[in-house]
């Protein structure tokens, strides 16, 4: 063989031996777990949440979501409950990759903080997700970070839109999983919260069609009971035309065992209404 020869063989060589031997740190599959505190940067918040103590930020709305992405098998959410009344407890959902995997049901124990969402992933690139499926007046939330069997990623891109929505009960999602034959029904756990999911309700599904970040700014009065007084913050209130044929009308007020009697110009008057012809 000539010298010319085992020299362009060599260069060749070097090229393969540099592409197949051993593993770059970026191929390495680290699955040791690692804790994330909830003030990482890599952590996506979606909703109102007070993080005036950013290792433990809390919220109380419905929808409120918390995502990141992750390189790994495995992810474990740190929540805290406030166990409202001593008894009430929220539910989330636990989303990976875009499916919801089950439904968080925050234990009666007050000091159970850890609650495992995937443990077998295949290994690779995933997203996580949990998303409060109940009421404000559940109690609060307390989110303290992940644990994860891998390493953090950078966070997903946000929707290049944004909707705030106002409503009541339905818009909450009180009631949206009740099933047929009525058990559990919105009475089960005295709220109802088992079949409460906010993230059902009409608000977040629309927000999703057309590819929009929603926060849910709800009333949360329960069904039946949807009026226009006591709201949490100055909504626009309607007032059809039609009801100024009657001398009085009866407005829930609040409860589904409340109501109030009164005439329809007061009762515009006092809620600052505006007057529309919704047959137009």
Known sequence: ????????????????????????????????????????????????????????????????????????????????????????????????????????????????????????????????????????????????????????????????????IFGDSITAGSGEEVPADGDPGCTADEWGQPVQNADAAYGPVAARMLDAEQVFAATSHPVGGVCPFGLPAPLPVYCDVSLRDFDEVVPAAGATNAAVRLNPQLMAQIVSAEWVDVCQ
């Not at 060589?13 to 990482?40: E, F, I, K, N, R």
């Not at 952590?43 to 433990?56: C, F, M, V």
């Not at 968080?104 to 124990?109: A, H, R, V």
């Not at 998303?131 to 966070?155: D, Q």
Request: aromatic share 8%.
């Open 1 to 164: 063989m000539t010298a010319d020869r085992f020299l362009g063989l060599l260069a060749l060589s070097l090229p393969l031996a540099a592409c197949g031997g051993g593993s770059s740190p970026a191929d390495m599959q680290d699955t040791s777990l690692h804790t994330v505190d909830a003030d990482d940067a890599n952590i996506q918040y979606t909703g109102r949440i007070d993080a005036s103590n950013a290792k433990l930020p809390r919220f109380a709305l419905g929808t409120t979501s918390i995502t990141a992405r992750f390189r790994g098998v495995g992810v474990t959410a740190l929540i805290k409950d406030e166990h409202r009344y001593g008894k009430w407890r929220n539910y989330y959902d636990a989303v990976i990759d875009g499916e919801v995997v089950s439904k968080l049901q925050i234990s009666t124990d007050a000091t159970m903080t850890s609650y495992p969402i995937a443990t077998s992933l295949p290994y690779g690139e995933h997203e996580v997700t949990i998303v409060k499926r109940t009421e404000p007046n559940v109690g609060v939330g307390y989110f303290a970070g992940f644990e994860i069997a891998g390493v953090i990623l950078p966070p997903p891109d946000r929707p290049a839109h944004k909707m705030l």
